[in-house]
T-cell receptor
Framework: KQEVTQIPAALSVPEGENLVLNCSFTDSAIYNLQWFRQDPGKGLTSLLLIQSSQREQTSGRLNASLDKSSGRSTLYIAASQPGDSATYLCAVSAYSSASKIIFGSGTRLSIRP | DTEVTQTPKHLVMGMTNKKSLKCEQHMGHRAMYWYKQKAKKPPELMFVYSYEKLSINESVPSRFSPECPNSSLLNLHLHALQPEDSALYLC?????????????FGDGTRLSIL
């Protein structure tokens, strides 16, 4: 059974810092990995999707990497801003059930002005 | 504003009531999903519809009944719910089920069972 873990559960950093969020998964036979952002009381916003054949994806100040063999992904946020404060969720889907997403518990990020 | 619209935003109901949650998208997506999210927990998949047919039911109790009347609309009918069913119910859509495209989420319906 696939398990997705995110460490740390919470992170607080001053504005302007570069930071890395971590995600690990137990079964390397994934179809894709996604990073989402969730603001309090809101739905999820997809940030980046990495297909199993890819190693990384970039969007603006965000860069996500994927190492399937080690069961790890990282989300790098450059030059953090207070508006980046949110919960970041990592999610994987498997080839056997590609439409089913399994989420990690998330990292609650707070950027201090 | 999200491209997936969920109504109502909040719902309070008694355990004997019948109510429905509604989800609508006009992006031409052919896969739609229902998730349940408890406070400070990640979303958990409940149902997946692909081309208006139910493709995944994650062993959800029968007091939750999904319906997909057309490719743009997804309903979740509720009946005889329990207090532990109080949660945020999220709807999502994607171009196709399992096609390496991201899911787009609505802002959810916050459900409270008295």
């Amino acid at each position: 059974k696939q398990e997705v873990t995110q460490i740390p559960a919470a992170l607080s950093v001053p504005e302007g810092e570069n930071l890395v969020l971590n995600c690990s998964f137990t079964d390397s036979a994934i179809y894709n990995l996604q990073w989402f952002r969730q603001d309090p009381g809101k739905g999820l916003t997809s940030l980046l999707l990495i297909q199993s054949s890819q190693r990384e994806q970039t969007s603006g100040r965000l860069n996500a990497s994927l190492d399937k063999s080690s069961g790890r992904s990282t989300l790098y946020i450059a030059a953090s801003q207070p508006g980046d404060s949110a919960t970041y969720l990592c999610a994987v889907s498997a080839y056997s059930s590609a439409s089913k997403i399994i989420f990690g518990s998330g990292t609650r990020l707070s950027i201090r002005p | 504003d999200t491209e997936v619209t969920q109504t109502p935003k909040h719902l309070v109901m008694g355990m004997t009531n019948k109510k429905s949650l509604k989800c609508e998208q006009h992006m031409g997506h052919r896969a739609m999903y229902w998730y349940k999210q408890k406070a400070k927990k990640p979303p958990e998949l409940m149902f997946v519809y692909s081309y208006e047919k139910l493709s995944i039911n994650e062993s959800v109790p029968s007091r939750f009944s999904p319906e997909c009347p057309n490719s743009s609309l997804l309903n979740l009918h509720l009946h005889a719910l329990q207090p532990e069913d109080s949660a945020l119910y999220l709807c999502a859509s994607s171009q196709g089920a399992g096609d390496n495209q991201p899911q787009h989420f609505g802002d959810g319906t916050r459900l409270s069972i008295l």
